[in-house]
Structures are given as C-alpha cells and as structure tokens.
C-alpha cells in the first residue's frame, strides 16, 4: 500500500536551532517526494521537491532534505530556525505516470520557542 | 497569473443543503486535482481530471459528490445534503502533464455544516 508516515505530531524547538522532521513513505515505484508547508487557514505552500538526480535538494526559507531510498525517507532539515517557521508542514510522494496525484503524510505541527 | 483561486474562502451551511465550490486553475495547467482536509489530517486526494476528463476517483467521493471541468479550464465541486462529516478544507492544484514539475495548491474552501 502506498502511503507516508511523519512519525512526529508536534515538534517544539528553540529560535536558532536546528531543525529535522522526519518522513518515511511506502510507494510501488520511484516516486516525486515534496514537503509543503501550511500556516493556519491556509492553503500549501511548496518548501522543496526531488524528483531524480542529486539527493540533496535545496528549497525556499533556508530548508534541505535528503532523499534516502535504501531508508525509504525523505527528512526535511534546517540549520537554525526562526519564529516565522511555526506552521504545519506535510510531506507528500507522487509519481507522474500515477496521474500525478499526491499521498501526505498527517503533518508536523512545529511550534518554536523564542 | 495570479496561482490556483478558489471561491468562496469559506462557507458554511446547514445540514441537507447543497454546495458548490469553484476552482480556476494557473492558465497553462492541463491537470486539475481536488483533496480534502480534514482538522490534524494531511491532504486526501478526491479527484482529478486532465483538460476535461476526470481520469481518477478516490473511493473517499461518494455519490453526493460530483465534479466537473466542463471545458478543461475551472473546475467545480458539489456536494449534495451535506452531512456534518463533510466539514473540511477543500483544496484545489493544478499542475503541467510535463515531467518533473510541482502541483501548486488554492488558498482553500474551508466548509462548515451546522
């Protein structure tokens, strides 16, 4: 079965410190692995995406992730996070030939501690 | 172009009534996704349609909902007798068939049944 697991619910971390949110997915074939971002009442914001080639990808806002295909995970990381980082923040797979459609995981609620 | 607008931003109705959301995707997309999401839930795919064929419905769609995309550009949703369950953010994207490219997502319509 496809699906993606955020093992974490609510994530609390201190201004200036690093961050990891951890995203694990069971998907048939090589999928396109994204992490959006979503503030309260709001739609989803793309942070970064893999699709194939290096597996150390850059996104907006000072985030990273790694795509590791022997761990089937995808964890987004950044080195010292700001306030404005509070929000709920999702991973999701897809592949295009499925049509393009993606599976999330449940989210991450990061809230960060001045 | 302005991204993916959704109309209305929230509406609420009672129970038993019909509902109608609107999606206008970005201009040059030929895919058109709808999910839903539910309070501390990730996005769960609904539909999605390619120019004006509905290619994919999740088991998630009952009968009371249709959707439509009469000439492959905007998009609506209906939801016939709303049931409390039916209270969720709607999320609209829209995305190229080209490979390796993003889905952009809507603000939201965010319904509530009383």
């Known amino acids: 079965a496809q699906s993606v697991t955020q093992p974490d619910i609510h994530i609390t971390v201190s201004e200036g410190a690093s961050l990891e949110l951890r995203c694990n997915y069971s998907y048939g074939a090589t999928p396109y692995l994204f992490w959006y971002v979503q503030s309260p009442g709001q739609g989803l914001q793309l942070l970064l995406k893999y699709f194939s080639g290096d597996t150390l990808v850059q996104g907006i806002k000072g985030f990273e992730a790694e795509f590791k295909r022997s761990q089937s995970s995808f964890n987004l990381r950044k080195p010292s996070v700001h306030w404005s980082d509070a929000a709920e923040y999702f991973c999701a797979v897809g592949a295009w030939n499925q049509g393009g459609k993606l599976i999330f995981g449940q989210g991450t609620e990061l809230s960060v501690k001045p | 172009d302005t991204g993916v607008s959704q109309d209305p931003r929230h509406k609420i109705t009672k129970r038993g009534q019909n509902v109608t959301f609107r999606c206008d995707p970005i201009?040059?997309?030929?895919?058109l996704y709808w999910y839903r999401q539910t309070l501390g839930q990730g996005p769960e795919f609904l539909t999605y349609f390619q120019n004006e064929a509905q290619l994919e419905k999740s088991r998630l769609l009952s009968d009371r909902f249709s959707a439509e995309r009469p000439k492959g550009s905007f998009s609506t949703l209906e939801i016939q007798r709303t049931e409390q369950g039916d209270s969720a953010m709607y999320l609209c994207?829209?995305?190229?068939?080209?490979?390796?490219?993003?889905?952009?997502f809507g603000q939201g319509t965010r319904l509530t049944v009383v």
């Open positions: 994207a829209s995305s190229s068939t080209v490979p390796n490219t993003e889905a952009f």
């Open positions: 201009s040059e997309h030929n895919r």
